[in-house]
């Protein structure tokens, strides 16, 4: 776990599952630097596009002084891709691949787990970390599905996280706040993401349910100095609007300078 001073990023996600058509990616650029933000998420589905572009996006987020914290990758048997991606990310300056999709059933198991740590193997290859994201539907949803698939797998290759809006949609009978206590110690991204039953994941950072200002107390404890990267699934305001709101709201609990 990195020690210091957090950093403040922005997932594409907001703005757009898909911004490989480059006037809406430089939108939300644009727009995650004006709020403050000083890094980014992004999406496989969008990369493509800058494959053979690679010097002309990294000009694009230095001058927007943005970094490229994560990339989120859905995980296949093709490991070619994974490849192909981790070489572009790390040619980026960028840090960890977040594998998430819809990697099987509990009876696949055994099969999927290895695949998994595969893809971290890869990464790890151009000095990226990979964690994997814990989440609705996914293999390991559950507070104790994702506690066991930690503990079946090499730190060095699958990296733990937390998705505190995820966490408190489906850790049933724990917490988001509770899953960091138990696990602050390999935990190495974070994602501030808020549930509440009428909003779903549509939800500004601070108007679910989740106790981010237990988090904020604990990510302090600690010594927190990763990744806080704000995501969510997007609310009936503009993207700008809303994730300016979870920014405020964030530097104020975590007790940041403005």
């Known amino acids: 776990m990195t020690r210091g001073r957090?950093?403040?990023?922005?997932?594409?996600?907001?703005?757009?599952?898909?911004?490989?058509?480059?006037?809406?990616?430089?939108?939300?650029?644009d727009e995650a630097s004006e709020?403050?933000?000083?890094?980014i998420l992004a999406f496989d589905s969008t990369l493509p596009f800058w494959y053979n572009r690679p010097t002309e996006l990294k000009r694009m987020l230095d001058e927007r002084k943005l970094a490229?914290?994560?990339?989120i990758h859905r995980p296949s048997l093709d490991f070619l891709a994974t490849r192909r991606l981790a070489r572009f990310v790390a040619d980026l300056g960028g840090e960890r691949l977040v594998l998430s999709s819809r990697d099987g059933r509990q009876a696949d198991w055994s099969i999927v787990v290895p695949l998994l740590e595969r893809h971290g193997q890869i990464a790890a290859e151009y000095g990226l970390r990979c964690v994997y994201h814990h989440h609705t539907g996914w293999i390991a949803e559950t507070m104790e599905q994702y506690e066991r698939l930690l503990a079946q797998t090499e730190r060095?290759?699958?990296?733990?996280?937390?998705?505190?809006?995820?966490?408190?949609?489906d850790f049933v009978g724990h917490s988001a706040l509770e899953f960091y206590q138990r696990h602050h110690e390999i935990v190495?991204?974070?994602?501030?993401?808020?549930?509440?039953?009428?909003?779903?994941?549509?939800?500004?950072?601070?108007r679910g349910t989740c106790d981010f200002a237990g988090l904020a107390q604990a990510l302090k404890e600690h010594q927190y100095g990763g990744w806080i990267v704000v995501?969510?699934?997007?609310?009936?305001?503009?993207?700008?609007?809303?994730?300016?709101?979870?920014?405020?709201?964030?530097?104020?609990?975590?007790?940041?300078p403005g």
């Not at 950093?7 to 650029?29: A, N, T």
């Not at 060095?156 to 949609?169: N, P, Q």
Request: aromatic share 12%; charged share 25%; hydrophobic share 35%.
């Open 68 to 71: 490229l914290a994560a990339v």
């Open 156 to 169: 060095r290759y699958l990296g733990a996280m937390l998705d505190c809006g995820h966490a408190t949609k």
């Open 35 to 39: 709020i403050g933000y000083e890094g």
């Open 188 to 206: 190495e991204y974070v994602e501030f993401k808020d549930w509440s039953p009428a909003t779903d994941l549509r939800t500004e950072v601070g």
């Open 6 to 29: 957090p950093r403040i990023g922005i997932s594409q996600l907001v703005w757009g599952f898909d911004l490989s058509r480059p006037d809406r990616w430089i939108q939300f650029l």
């Open 231 to 256: 995501e969510q699934n997007g609310t009936d305001r503009t993207p700008k609007e809303s994730s300016a709101e979870s920014y405020r709201y964030i530097r104020d609990t975590l007790g940041l």
